[in-house]
């Protein structure tokens, strides 16, 4: 069946880094857009990072210039590295894998990320 597993959070200090991991299977890696979003409580989960199948890539505002988003098609993985982490990137992560015309969504179950000193 198809499995989206995030790995990779914890706790770091405000200024630090943190890389998620994101391993996909049961489907074709490659024919999918992938991208993580987050959600902190009491808050709408939104967009982290975006990345299609031809490599491009979408950052929410506050993200940018701090976030990277990269997939390894051999491995059927996505990461997320976060840099410069402030305490408002605290939240649970999600990794997201999308087939053409949205005919498949699938998301996985979530990594928790606090960022405190």
């Known amino acids: 069946q198809v499995q989206l597993v995030e790995s990779g959070g914890g706790l770091v200090q405000p200024g630090g880094s943190l890389r998620l991991s994101c391993a996909a299977s049961g489907f074709t890696f490659r024919d999918y857009a992938m991208s993580w979003y987050r959600q902190a409580p009491g808050k709408e989960r939104e967009l982290v990072a975006a990345l299609t199948r031809a490599g491009d890539t979408n950052y929410g505002d506050s993200m940018k210039g701090r976030f990277t988003i990269s997939r390894d098609n051999a491995k059927n993985t996505v990461y997320l590295q976060m840099n410069s982490l402030k305490p408002e990137d605290t939240a649970v992560y999600y990794c997201?894998?999308?087939?053409?015309?949205?005919?498949?969504?699938?998301w996985g179950q979530g990594t928790q990320v606090t960022v405190s000193s």
């Open positions: 997201r894998a999308r087939s053409p015309f949205g005919k498949n969504d699938y």
